[in-house]
């Protein structure tokens, strides 16, 4: 009879844990990363830290923009979202629906680029969809990778690197399509 009790009690402990796991206040997080144009930023960055004990969630966000971050707790959190070329954008958000989609808009840009330059440009390329076309800029003496993706438009822009000497690389998801050596002197180029 002891065996018998000691099964139950052990089978109601771990019955009422399953259930109190299944009805802990978690959230569903949903965050789209874009330009303040509202173009989707593929392969942004998006960090959720907890205010408080720390938790540390991350995610990198796909083609549209979205990053999804499962069974979040309810409480206050950082965001921070990054993308290369973009200022860091972070606020503080509350976390106490089951399902929540932040919008966050990045800026061009760096805030600390007082002494960095920029290169904007346009590319023409084929018949192919611009969209699926990236540039990198890659410095000779290694160090500095800056890299931001074509828009429809075959614009792009790329901000924050140090002068010196760099190769300048457009590709696609399959291959390099393009090479440039580029120096960069300092201010616009």
Do not use: C
């Amino acid at each position: 009879m002891r065996y018998g009790a000691a099964i139950l009690v052990l089978l109601t402990g771990t019955l009422s844990a399953f259930q109190s796991a299944e009805n802990s206040e978690t959230a569903r997080l949903t965050f789209i990363v874009s330009t303040t144009f509202g173009e989707p930023l593929e392969r942004a960055q998006v960090v959720l830290t907890s205010i408080g004990p720390k938790q540390r969630l991350t995610g990198l966000s796909g083609s549209k923009g979205e990053v999804l971050l499962e069974r979040v707790p309810f409480g206050l959190y950082e965001v921070e979202a990054r993308a290369p070329g973009f200022e860091i954008r972070r606020e503080k958000i509350g976390v106490y629906q089951q399902q929540l989609v932040y919008r966050l808009g990045l800026v061009l840009g760096y805030p600390h680029s007082a002494k960095r330059s920029q290169i904007a440009g346009s590319v023409s390329w084929g018949s192919g969809s611009k969209a699926d076309l990236w540039v990198r800029l890659v410095s000779v003496f290694g160090g500095d990778v800056i890299e931001n993706a074509v828009d429809r438009t075959g614009s792009f822009h790329l901000i924050g690197m140090a002068p010196g000497r760099y190769v300048l690389i457009l590709f696609d998801k399959e291959k390099v399509l393009a090479t440039k050596p580029v120096e960069v002197l300092g201010g616009s180029k």
